[in-house]
């Protein structure tokens, strides 16, 4: 089975820290993907990547970054964690590209509270 | 502006079958149209694909009408723990590029 790991289930953090948020998958998929979820917003996606060192922006990525230095792993970063980047962040894989997404793989989410 | 609209909520008995529409008018030509069933705290987990006509696998079936412009999922004889968030997904080209939409999301409640 596809597997999709995100590093920490739960997170809490102070308003100003630096966040790392990374996610593994063990199907040498291409495309990785980082949502955020909330409360009546649904999934909003935030960069995704299609190849290593490749990344384009979603629709909400201001506040973070990502890296892709290895094509297993995707981090998304929060520079400087603010309140309103309390959410959960589901990170995805998926082997396909371009027109076909084909199925995105996620993984069980990371809850981060920023206080 | 492209748009993926589901029903907000339905409630369903345990036993019957639920039929849950999305609508998405401006697929991509050549994209599928994916359903994913989330459970509070875990991440979407795949139900089926499918790009025209009828899909079936061994926990749903998915109806997609020759405009492609909608698709139906369908949940045969739902129990308890079929109570979840069900997602479509389909991709769309927006200013030149191509973006993955998610719908908003249909919570499934299944009553005893």
New interface residues.
């Given amino acids: 089975d596809v597997k999709v790991t995100q590093s920490s289930r739960y997170l809490v953090k102070r308003t100003g820290e630096k966040v790392f948020l990374e996610c593994v998958q063990d199907m040498d998929h291409e495309n990785m993907f980082w949502y955020r979820q909330d409360p009546g917003l649904g999934l909003r996606l935030i960069y995704f990547s299609y190849d290593v060192k490749m990344k384009e922006k979603g629709d909400i990525p201001e506040g973070y970054s990502v890296s892709r230095e290895k094509k297993e792993r995707f981090s998304l970063i929060l520079e400087s964690a603010s309140t309103n980047q309390t959410s959960m962040y589901l990170c995805a894989s998926s082997f396909r590209t371009g027109e076909f997404a084909g199925e995105l793989f996620f993984g069980e989410g990371s809850r981060l509270t920023v206080l | 502006l492209a748009k993926t609209t589901q029903p907000i909520s339905m409630d369903s008995y345990e036993g019957q079958e639920v039929n849950i529409t999305c609508s998405h008018n401006n697929i991509?030509?050549?994209?599928?149209i994916?359903w994913?069933q989330q459970f509070p705290?875990?991440?979407?987990?795949?139900i089926i694909?499918g790009y025209k006509t009828k899909v079936t696998n061994e926990v749903a079936s998915l109806f997609i009408p020759a405009d492609r412009k909608s698709s139906t999922l369908s949940l045969p004889r739902v129990s308890l723990s079929d109570t979840a968030v069900y997602?479509c997904?389909v991709?769309t080209w927006m200013d030149s590029s191509?973006?993955?939409i998610?719908?908003?999301?249909t919570r499934l409640l299944v009553r005893p």
Avoid at chain 2, 28 to 32: F, I, K, P, R, S
Avoid at chain 2, 102 to 105: R, T, V
Wanted: aromatic share 24%; hydrophobic share 20%.
């Fill in positions: 991509a030509t050549n994209d599928y994916t994913y705290s875990q991440g979407p987990r795949f694909q997602y997904l991709g191509y973006k993955l998610f719908g908003s999301g």
